[in-house]
Protein backbone atom coordinates (compact mmCIF):
# COMPACT_ATOMS: atom_id res chain seq x y z
CA UNK A 1 0.00 0.00 0.00
CA UNK A 2 2.53 2.11 0.79
CA UNK A 3 4.41 2.03 -2.28
CA UNK A 4 1.55 2.54 -4.35
CA UNK A 5 0.43 5.33 -2.32
CA UNK A 6 4.19 6.73 -2.82
CA UNK A 7 4.44 6.16 -6.74
CA UNK A 8 1.12 7.88 -6.86
CA UNK A 9 2.70 10.95 -5.13
CA UNK A 10 5.47 10.76 -7.52
CA UNK A 11 3.46 10.58 -10.05
CA UNK A 12 1.55 13.50 -9.09
CA UNK A 13 4.90 15.53 -8.72
CA UNK A 14 5.57 14.71 -12.04
CA UNK A 15 2.52 16.20 -13.39
CA UNK A 16 2.55 19.62 -11.73
CA UNK A 17 6.64 20.15 -12.78
CA UNK A 18 5.34 18.85 -16.41
CA UNK A 19 2.54 21.75 -16.68
CA UNK A 20 4.98 24.30 -15.24
CA UNK A 21 7.35 23.34 -17.95
CA UNK A 22 4.20 23.79 -20.35
CA UNK A 23 3.20 27.08 -18.48
CA UNK A 24 6.86 28.50 -19.60
CA UNK A 25 6.43 27.35 -23.05
CA UNK A 26 3.30 29.25 -23.03
CA UNK A 27 4.30 32.25 -21.66
CA UNK A 28 7.61 32.24 -24.32
CA UNK A 29 4.98 31.80 -26.90
CA UNK A 30 2.60 34.50 -26.00
CA UNK A 31 5.68 37.23 -26.13
CA UNK A 32 7.67 35.86 -29.02
CA UNK A 33 6.98 39.81 -30.05
CA UNK A 34 7.59 41.49 -27.00
CA UNK A 35 10.34 44.28 -26.96
CA UNK A 36 13.06 43.39 -24.52
CA UNK A 37 11.49 40.02 -23.79
CA UNK A 38 13.98 37.50 -22.45
CA UNK A 39 13.00 33.84 -23.24
CA UNK A 40 12.78 31.77 -20.19
CA UNK A 41 13.09 28.04 -19.39
CA UNK A 42 12.18 25.33 -16.73
CA UNK A 43 15.02 23.25 -14.52
CA UNK A 44 13.92 19.91 -13.58
CA UNK A 45 15.96 18.07 -11.10
CA UNK A 46 15.33 14.50 -9.10
CA UNK A 47 14.18 14.94 -5.55
CA UNK A 48 15.84 13.45 -2.88
CA UNK A 49 15.83 9.46 -2.73
CA UNK A 50 14.58 7.48 0.28
CA UNK A 51 16.25 4.75 1.87
CA UNK A 52 14.73 1.45 1.64
CA UNK A 53 16.52 -1.51 2.79
CA UNK A 54 18.92 -2.35 0.27
CA UNK A 55 18.57 0.77 -1.95
CA UNK A 56 17.66 4.53 -2.29
CA UNK A 57 14.58 5.22 -3.81
CA UNK A 58 13.85 7.52 -6.22
CA UNK A 59 11.10 10.08 -5.77
CA UNK A 60 10.55 11.60 -8.82
CA UNK A 61 11.05 14.88 -10.26
CA UNK A 62 11.00 18.56 -9.40
CA UNK A 63 10.94 21.83 -10.32
CA UNK A 64 14.00 23.26 -9.83
CA UNK A 65 13.91 26.80 -10.91
CA UNK A 66 12.74 29.18 -13.82
CA UNK A 67 15.03 31.32 -15.32
CA UNK A 68 16.05 33.20 -18.42
CA UNK A 69 18.59 32.75 -21.15
CA UNK A 70 20.20 36.06 -20.51
CA UNK A 71 23.86 37.58 -21.22
CA UNK A 72 24.62 40.21 -19.13
CA UNK A 73 27.48 41.07 -20.87
CA UNK A 74 25.48 41.44 -24.28
CA UNK A 75 22.99 43.11 -22.80
CA UNK A 76 25.99 45.43 -21.13
CA UNK A 77 26.99 46.32 -25.16
CA UNK A 78 24.27 47.03 -26.34
CA UNK A 79 23.15 49.26 -23.50
CA UNK A 80 26.57 51.29 -24.00
CA UNK A 81 26.28 51.25 -27.62
CA UNK A 82 22.71 52.97 -27.35
CA UNK A 83 24.42 55.58 -25.59
CA UNK A 84 26.55 56.53 -28.84
CA UNK A 85 23.50 55.93 -31.06
CA UNK A 86 21.39 58.49 -30.13
CA UNK A 87 24.57 60.98 -29.32
CA UNK A 88 25.19 60.87 -32.91
CA UNK A 89 21.33 61.10 -33.74
CA UNK A 90 20.82 64.10 -31.85
CA UNK A 91 23.83 66.08 -32.62
CA UNK A 92 23.07 65.19 -36.81
CA UNK A 93 19.38 66.61 -35.99
CA UNK A 94 20.27 69.25 -34.69
CA UNK A 95 23.13 70.01 -37.13
CA UNK A 96 20.68 69.44 -40.31
CA UNK A 97 18.39 72.43 -38.45
CA UNK A 98 21.70 74.62 -38.90
CA UNK A 99 22.29 73.53 -42.56
CA UNK A 100 18.76 73.83 -43.42
CA UNK A 101 19.00 77.96 -41.46
CA UNK A 102 21.96 78.78 -43.47
CA UNK A 103 20.56 77.45 -47.16
CA UNK A 104 23.48 77.13 -48.81
CA UNK A 105 22.99 74.73 -50.93
CA UNK A 106 19.82 76.68 -52.40
CA UNK A 107 22.64 79.65 -53.46
CA UNK A 108 20.34 81.77 -51.25
CA UNK A 109 22.50 82.14 -48.23
CA UNK A 110 24.24 85.08 -46.65
CA UNK A 111 27.16 84.38 -49.31
CA UNK A 112 25.00 85.91 -51.99
CA UNK A 113 23.95 88.61 -49.66
CA UNK A 114 27.67 89.36 -48.71
CA UNK A 115 29.02 89.62 -52.72
CA UNK A 116 25.69 91.37 -53.32
CA UNK A 117 26.62 94.18 -50.87
CA UNK A 118 30.14 94.56 -52.11
CA UNK A 119 29.19 94.01 -55.82
CA UNK A 120 26.63 97.07 -55.19
CA UNK A 121 29.50 99.22 -54.98
CA UNK A 122 31.45 98.26 -57.36
CA UNK A 123 28.02 99.13 -59.58
CA UNK A 124 28.12 102.67 -58.06
CA UNK A 125 32.31 103.28 -59.14
CA UNK A 126 30.60 103.37 -62.70
CA UNK A 127 27.99 106.25 -62.03
CA UNK A 128 28.83 107.37 -58.30
CA UNK A 129 26.62 110.10 -58.49
CA UNK A 130 23.75 108.04 -59.51
CA UNK A 131 20.92 108.11 -56.85
CA UNK A 132 19.15 104.56 -58.29
CA UNK A 133 22.51 103.00 -57.67
CA UNK A 134 23.17 105.15 -54.06
CA UNK A 135 19.31 103.35 -52.75
CA UNK A 136 20.55 100.42 -53.98
CA UNK A 137 23.72 100.17 -52.03
CA UNK A 138 21.61 101.01 -48.98
CA UNK A 139 19.19 98.40 -49.74
CA UNK A 140 21.79 95.21 -50.21
CA UNK A 141 23.50 97.00 -46.87
CA UNK A 142 20.36 96.47 -44.74
CA UNK A 143 19.08 93.09 -46.36
CA UNK A 144 22.93 92.09 -45.50
CA UNK A 145 22.26 92.96 -41.63
CA UNK A 146 18.75 91.35 -42.00
CA UNK A 147 19.95 88.50 -43.49
CA UNK A 148 22.66 88.31 -40.84
CA UNK A 149 19.93 88.98 -38.02
CA UNK A 150 17.60 86.28 -38.92
CA UNK A 151 20.65 83.40 -39.13
CA UNK A 152 21.69 84.65 -35.88
CA UNK A 153 18.49 84.19 -34.37
CA UNK A 154 17.15 81.36 -35.82
CA UNK A 155 20.65 79.70 -34.61
CA UNK A 156 19.48 81.17 -30.90
CA UNK A 157 16.31 79.19 -31.64
CA UNK A 158 18.07 75.95 -32.03
CA UNK A 159 19.72 76.67 -28.70
CA UNK A 160 16.35 77.28 -27.03
CA UNK A 161 14.84 74.00 -28.39
CA UNK A 162 17.94 72.11 -27.33
CA UNK A 163 17.58 73.69 -23.71
CA UNK A 164 13.62 72.80 -24.07
CA UNK A 165 15.18 69.16 -24.91
CA UNK A 166 17.65 68.60 -22.29
CA UNK A 167 15.34 69.89 -20.12
CA UNK A 168 12.65 66.88 -21.23
CA UNK A 169 15.33 64.93 -20.89
CA UNK A 170 16.41 65.09 -17.45
CA UNK A 171 13.15 64.78 -16.20
CA UNK A 172 12.46 61.54 -18.34
CA UNK A 173 16.06 60.12 -16.85
CA UNK A 174 14.30 60.89 -13.33
CA UNK A 175 11.11 58.66 -14.05
CA UNK A 176 13.62 55.71 -15.44
CA UNK A 177 15.96 56.50 -12.36
CA UNK A 178 12.74 55.99 -10.02
CA UNK A 179 11.68 52.82 -11.96
CA UNK A 180 15.00 51.37 -11.55
CA UNK A 181 15.07 51.78 -7.93
CA UNK A 182 11.45 50.78 -7.63
CA UNK A 183 12.01 47.43 -9.36
CA UNK A 184 15.41 46.97 -7.33
CA UNK A 185 13.14 46.64 -4.22
CA UNK A 186 10.37 44.44 -6.31
CA UNK A 187 13.68 42.26 -7.62
CA UNK A 188 15.04 42.02 -3.72
CA UNK A 189 11.64 40.98 -2.47
CA UNK A 190 10.82 37.90 -4.88
CA UNK A 191 14.36 36.56 -4.90
CA UNK A 192 14.99 32.92 -4.58
CA UNK A 193 11.09 32.42 -5.75
CA UNK A 194 11.05 30.36 -8.92
CA UNK A 195 10.47 32.55 -11.81
CA UNK A 196 8.97 35.59 -10.54
CA UNK A 197 12.01 37.79 -10.83
CA UNK A 198 12.22 37.27 -14.39
CA UNK A 199 9.63 39.74 -15.72
CA UNK A 200 10.92 42.00 -13.09
CA UNK A 201 14.66 41.89 -14.71
CA UNK A 202 12.94 42.25 -18.05
CA UNK A 203 11.71 45.60 -17.36
CA UNK A 204 14.22 46.74 -15.23
CA UNK A 205 16.97 46.00 -18.32
CA UNK A 206 14.55 47.81 -20.29
CA UNK A 207 14.08 51.03 -18.51
CA UNK A 208 18.38 50.92 -18.36
CA UNK A 209 18.02 50.83 -21.94
CA UNK A 210 15.85 53.88 -22.46
CA UNK A 211 17.92 55.32 -20.02
CA UNK A 212 21.15 54.58 -21.93
CA UNK A 213 19.51 56.28 -24.87
CA UNK A 214 19.48 59.17 -23.31
CA UNK A 215 22.58 59.26 -20.55
CA UNK A 216 26.01 57.94 -20.53
CA UNK A 217 25.24 55.38 -18.17
CA UNK A 218 27.30 52.40 -16.64
CA UNK A 219 26.13 50.24 -14.13
CA UNK A 220 26.44 46.81 -11.99
CA UNK A 221 24.08 44.29 -10.23
CA UNK A 222 24.69 44.02 -6.63
CA UNK A 223 24.58 40.72 -4.00
CA UNK A 224 20.68 41.47 -3.41
CA UNK A 225 19.80 41.65 -7.17
CA UNK A 226 19.38 45.41 -7.91
CA UNK A 227 21.76 47.52 -9.74
CA UNK A 228 23.41 50.32 -8.75
CA UNK A 229 23.26 52.69 -12.13
CA UNK A 230 25.65 56.06 -12.47
CA UNK A 231 27.01 58.05 -15.31
CA UNK A 232 30.60 57.54 -16.90
CA UNK A 233 32.40 59.90 -14.95
CA UNK A 234 30.50 59.27 -11.32
CA UNK A 235 27.08 60.84 -11.46
CA UNK A 236 24.67 58.72 -9.12
CA UNK A 237 21.58 57.99 -10.34
CA UNK A 238 20.07 54.99 -8.80
CA UNK A 239 21.52 53.19 -5.83
CA UNK A 240 19.40 50.53 -4.89
CA UNK A 241 15.82 51.40 -3.29
CA UNK A 242 16.97 55.45 -4.16
CA UNK A 243 17.19 57.56 -6.73
CA UNK A 244 19.02 60.65 -7.33
CA UNK A 245 17.30 63.04 -9.50
CA UNK A 246 18.93 65.42 -11.79
CA UNK A 247 17.83 69.46 -11.77
CA UNK A 248 18.50 71.81 -14.50
CA UNK A 249 18.68 75.15 -13.76
CA UNK A 250 19.74 79.01 -15.45
CA UNK A 251 23.42 78.94 -15.77
CA UNK A 252 25.32 82.09 -14.19
CA UNK A 253 27.52 82.07 -17.63
CA UNK A 254 25.46 82.38 -20.58
CA UNK A 255 22.16 82.49 -21.66
CA UNK A 256 21.38 78.87 -21.60
CA UNK A 257 20.80 75.87 -18.90
CA UNK A 258 22.96 73.71 -16.64
CA UNK A 259 22.30 70.38 -15.18
CA UNK A 260 22.99 69.65 -11.64
CA UNK A 261 22.70 67.05 -9.38
CA UNK A 262 22.71 67.40 -5.54
CA UNK A 263 23.41 70.84 -5.90
CA UNK A 264 26.41 70.53 -8.09
CA UNK A 265 26.92 71.39 -11.73
CA UNK A 266 27.68 68.44 -13.27
CA UNK A 267 26.83 69.29 -17.04
CA UNK A 268 30.87 68.96 -18.22
CA UNK A 269 30.26 65.50 -16.65
CA UNK A 270 27.60 64.16 -19.05
CA UNK A 271 29.42 62.54 -21.86
CA UNK A 272 26.91 60.35 -24.47
CA UNK A 273 23.46 59.46 -24.91
CA UNK A 274 20.93 62.52 -26.40
CA UNK A 275 21.74 64.58 -23.38
CA UNK A 276 25.16 64.18 -24.37
CA UNK A 277 24.47 65.36 -27.69
CA UNK A 278 22.92 67.74 -27.20
CA UNK A 279 25.08 69.10 -24.47
CA UNK A 280 28.22 68.65 -27.30
CA UNK A 281 26.47 70.39 -30.31
CA UNK A 282 25.17 73.28 -27.80
CA UNK A 283 27.86 74.69 -25.89
CA UNK A 284 30.76 73.45 -28.47
CA UNK A 285 29.48 73.36 -31.87
CA UNK A 286 26.43 75.67 -32.23
CA UNK A 287 28.28 78.22 -29.70
CA UNK A 288 31.47 77.98 -31.92
CA UNK A 289 29.47 78.81 -35.37
CA UNK A 290 27.53 81.84 -33.54
CA UNK A 291 31.58 83.04 -32.86
CA UNK A 292 32.36 82.65 -36.52
CA UNK A 293 29.13 84.29 -37.56
CA UNK A 294 29.93 87.10 -34.89
CA UNK A 295 33.47 87.67 -35.86
CA UNK A 296 32.36 87.60 -39.59
CA UNK A 297 29.67 90.18 -39.05
CA UNK A 298 32.12 92.57 -36.55
CA UNK A 299 34.85 92.25 -39.41
CA UNK A 300 32.78 93.80 -42.43
CA UNK A 301 31.42 96.75 -39.63
CA UNK A 302 35.17 97.58 -38.60
CA UNK A 303 36.76 97.08 -42.40
CA UNK A 304 33.49 98.77 -43.95
CA UNK A 305 33.63 102.11 -41.70
CA UNK A 306 37.17 102.57 -41.51
CA UNK A 307 37.15 102.41 -45.40
CA UNK A 308 34.40 104.76 -45.61
CA UNK A 309 35.58 107.29 -43.14
CA UNK A 310 38.21 107.34 -45.81
CA UNK A 311 36.05 108.76 -48.53
CA UNK A 312 33.86 111.98 -49.14
CA UNK A 313 30.10 112.56 -49.65
CA UNK A 314 28.22 114.22 -52.03
CA UNK A 315 28.10 116.83 -50.17
CA UNK A 316 31.91 116.66 -50.03
CA UNK A 317 31.73 116.12 -46.71
CA UNK A 318 34.01 112.95 -45.13
CA UNK A 319 32.44 109.65 -44.65
CA UNK A 320 31.03 108.61 -41.25
CA UNK A 321 29.98 105.28 -40.37
CA UNK A 322 28.59 103.32 -42.91
CA UNK A 323 27.02 100.23 -40.33
CA UNK A 324 26.18 101.42 -36.37
CA UNK A 325 29.66 101.09 -34.68
CA UNK A 326 30.03 96.85 -32.84
CA UNK A 327 30.89 97.98 -29.41
CA UNK A 328 32.40 94.87 -27.96
CA UNK A 329 30.99 93.22 -24.70
CA UNK A 330 34.93 92.45 -23.34
CA UNK A 331 37.95 93.33 -24.90
CA UNK A 332 38.35 90.09 -27.47
CA UNK A 333 34.79 89.45 -27.59
CA UNK A 334 32.42 90.03 -30.58
CA UNK A 335 29.59 88.53 -28.77
CA UNK A 336 26.17 89.81 -30.45
CA UNK A 337 27.62 91.54 -33.53
CA UNK A 338 25.74 89.50 -35.97
CA UNK A 339 22.90 90.80 -34.19
CA UNK A 340 23.55 94.25 -33.90
CA UNK A 341 24.54 94.53 -37.85
CA UNK A 342 22.62 97.63 -39.07
CA UNK A 343 23.20 100.66 -41.48
CA UNK A 344 23.92 103.82 -40.04
CA UNK A 345 23.19 105.94 -42.38
CA UNK A 346 19.94 106.20 -44.35
CA UNK A 347 20.40 109.77 -46.82
CA UNK A 348 21.96 108.17 -50.34
CA UNK A 349 23.90 111.57 -50.68
CA UNK A 350 25.46 110.38 -47.35
CA UNK A 351 27.58 107.46 -48.90
CA UNK A 352 31.10 107.84 -49.15
CA UNK A 353 32.12 106.92 -52.49
CA UNK A 354 34.70 109.76 -53.55
CA UNK A 355 37.83 110.32 -52.52
CA UNK A 356 39.56 113.48 -50.78
CA UNK A 357 40.94 115.82 -53.42
CA UNK A 358 39.44 114.41 -56.00
CA UNK A 359 35.33 115.59 -55.73
CA UNK A 360 32.13 114.39 -54.88
CA UNK A 361 31.84 112.54 -58.02
CA UNK A 362 34.83 110.67 -57.96
CA UNK A 363 34.75 106.53 -57.50
CA UNK A 364 38.12 105.98 -55.82
CA UNK A 365 36.63 104.84 -52.61
CA UNK A 366 33.76 103.11 -54.09
CA UNK A 367 36.37 100.92 -55.50
CA UNK A 368 38.21 100.50 -52.34
CA UNK A 369 34.92 99.17 -50.57
CA UNK A 370 34.22 96.77 -53.30
CA UNK A 371 37.41 96.05 -52.98
CA UNK A 372 37.10 94.58 -49.56
CA UNK A 373 35.10 91.76 -50.65
CA UNK A 374 38.57 90.15 -51.90
CA UNK A 375 40.92 91.92 -48.99
CA UNK A 376 42.84 89.34 -46.49
CA UNK A 377 40.93 90.85 -43.56
CA UNK A 378 40.85 87.35 -41.07
CA UNK A 379 43.92 85.27 -40.11
CA UNK A 380 46.39 87.89 -39.87
CA UNK A 381 45.59 88.86 -43.36
CA UNK A 382 45.76 85.73 -44.86
CA UNK A 383 41.81 85.14 -46.09
CA UNK A 384 38.84 87.03 -46.82
CA UNK A 385 35.51 87.41 -45.97
CA UNK A 386 34.20 85.01 -48.42
CA UNK A 387 36.67 82.76 -47.43
CA UNK A 388 36.40 82.66 -43.92
CA UNK A 389 32.49 81.88 -44.79
CA UNK A 390 33.18 79.16 -47.21
CA UNK A 391 34.79 77.52 -44.14
CA UNK A 392 32.43 77.93 -41.75
CA UNK A 393 30.08 76.43 -44.12
CA UNK A 394 32.36 73.46 -45.17
CA UNK A 395 33.09 72.96 -41.33
CA UNK A 396 28.97 72.97 -40.33
CA UNK A 397 29.08 70.54 -43.49
CA UNK A 398 31.87 68.00 -42.24
CA UNK A 399 30.37 68.11 -38.45
CA UNK A 400 27.30 66.95 -39.74
CA UNK A 401 28.63 64.54 -42.72
CA UNK A 402 31.02 63.20 -39.49
CA UNK A 403 27.50 62.86 -37.42
CA UNK A 404 25.66 60.88 -40.00
CA UNK A 405 28.33 58.40 -40.71
CA UNK A 406 28.70 57.68 -37.05
CA UNK A 407 25.44 57.21 -36.74
CA UNK A 408 25.22 54.81 -39.73
CA UNK A 409 28.28 52.90 -38.37
CA UNK A 410 26.71 53.02 -34.68
CA UNK A 411 23.16 51.51 -36.19
CA UNK A 412 25.01 48.41 -38.42
CA UNK A 413 26.92 47.54 -34.99
CA UNK A 414 23.76 47.71 -33.01
CA UNK A 415 21.78 45.70 -35.29
CA UNK A 416 24.55 42.97 -35.40
CA UNK A 417 24.59 43.35 -31.39
CA UNK A 418 21.01 42.40 -31.59
CA UNK A 419 20.78 40.22 -33.89
CA UNK A 420 23.20 38.30 -31.66
CA UNK A 421 20.52 38.90 -28.29
CA UNK A 422 17.75 37.66 -30.25
CA UNK A 423 19.44 34.60 -31.17
CA UNK A 424 21.09 33.95 -27.54
CA UNK A 425 17.51 35.40 -25.51
CA UNK A 426 14.77 35.95 -28.46
CA UNK A 427 11.88 32.81 -28.83
CA UNK A 428 12.07 30.64 -31.38
CA UNK A 429 8.55 29.12 -32.22
CA UNK A 430 10.34 25.99 -33.80
CA UNK A 431 12.25 25.03 -30.52
CA UNK A 432 9.22 25.97 -28.67
CA UNK A 433 7.16 23.99 -30.37
CA UNK A 434 9.43 20.50 -29.53
CA UNK A 435 9.17 21.78 -25.81
CA UNK A 436 5.63 21.67 -26.09
CA UNK A 437 6.13 18.25 -27.45
CA UNK A 438 8.37 17.09 -25.05
CA UNK A 439 6.05 18.96 -21.83
CA UNK A 440 3.03 16.75 -23.53
CA UNK A 441 4.65 13.50 -23.59
CA UNK A 442 6.01 13.79 -20.49
CA UNK A 443 2.10 15.00 -18.46
CA UNK A 444 0.52 11.94 -20.73
CA UNK A 445 2.42 9.34 -19.57
CA UNK A 446 2.18 10.31 -15.89
CA UNK A 447 -1.43 10.61 -16.50
CA UNK A 448 -1.68 7.04 -17.83
CA UNK A 449 0.80 6.18 -14.45
CA UNK A 450 -1.64 7.26 -12.20
CA UNK A 451 -4.36 5.87 -13.61
CA UNK A 452 -2.70 2.71 -13.65
CA UNK A 453 -1.99 2.98 -9.96
CA UNK A 454 -5.10 4.04 -9.35
CA UNK A 455 -6.89 0.70 -10.93
CA UNK A 456 -3.64 -0.99 -8.84
CA UNK A 457 -5.19 0.64 -5.89
CA UNK A 458 -8.78 0.12 -6.21
CA UNK A 459 -7.70 -3.55 -6.59
CA UNK A 460 -6.17 -4.12 -3.34
CA UNK A 461 -8.60 -2.30 -1.84
CA UNK A 462 -10.91 -4.98 -3.32
CA UNK A 463 -8.79 -7.84 -2.07
CA UNK A 464 -8.74 -6.94 1.34
CA UNK A 465 -12.18 -5.86 1.73
CA UNK A 466 -12.86 -9.39 0.14
Do not use: C, W
Not at 76 to 81: D, I, K, M, P, S
Not at 173 to 185: D, E, P, S, W, Y
Not at 287 to 296: C, H, I, N, R, V
Amino acid sequence: MSSLFASLGIARQAIMAQQMGLDVTQNNISNVNTPGYTRQRANFAPRDPVAHHFYQGGMGVLLQSVDSYRDRLLDYRLNQELQRKEEYSSSLATLRQVEAILNEHSGAGLQGDITAFFTSFSALANAPEDAHLRRQVLARASQLGSRFQAIYEQIQAVRSLQDRAIADSVQEINTLTAGVARLNVEVASVRGSIGNDAILRDQRQQLLNRLAELVDVTYFETESGGVNVMTRQGVLLAVGADSHALEVSASSVGNRIEIRSGGVDVTSRIDSGKLGGLLKTRDDLVAGYLETLDGLAAAIVSQVNAQHAQGIDLNGDVGGNFFVPFAQPEPGSNLGAARALQVAISDVAKIAAGEPGLGPGSNANAKLLAGLQNAPAFAGGKATFEQVYADFIFRIGLDARTAHDSLTTQETLLAQLQYQRDMYSGVSLDEEAVNLLRFQRAYEANARLIRILDSLTEEVMRILGG
